[in-house]
Nanobody, 127 residues
Framework: QVQLVESGGGLVQAGGSLRLSCAAS????????MAWFRQAPGKEREFVAVISWSGRSTDYSDSVKGRFTISRDNAKDTVNLQMNSLKPEDTAVYYCARDHVRLRDGLTNFPHEYAYWGQGTQVTVSS
């Protein structure tokens, strides 16, 4: 059973920073790409960032590129999202997700490629 638990969300002023973490359990972290998605009220879930199973490759949505950084610690089965220069439009529930393909060659940002999801953590950025 794969479990993903996000933490680190909260309320922050525009221009501030937050660091989200996602802890995986079930010995199913190693070998899988991990991603962050977000969903704002009334909007569809959207891709934010992805990191390869090795940690050597990353990709970001254009809206967060240069402000957010994804990282992973394979020894601790965690993936993090450092969010800087936050904007009110970053307000959403943030979800971490695990790829369903082991040792994928490349990266994917399609939600249907992710088999496991956390419960989400709320990020609110005030103006």
């Amino acid at each position: 059973q794969v479990q993903l638990v996000e933490s680190g969300g909260g309320l922050v002023q525009a221009g501030g920073s937050l660091r989200l973490s996602c802890a995986a359990s079930g010995r199913t972290f190693t070998g899988y790409a991990m991603a962050w998605f977000r969903q704002a009220p009334g909007k569809e879930r959207e891709f934010v960032a992805v990191i390869s199973w090795s940690g050597r490759s990353t990709d970001y949505s254009d809206s967060v590129k240069g402000r957010f950084t994804i990282s992973r610690d394979n020894a601790k089965d965690t993936v993090n999202l450092q969010m800087n220069s936050l904007k009110p439009e970053d307000t959403a529930v943030y979800y971490c997700a695990r790829d369903h393909v082991r040792l994928r060659d490349g990266l994917t940002n399609f939600p249907h490629e992710y088999a496991y999801w956390g419960q989400g953590t709320q990020v609110t950025v005030s103006s």
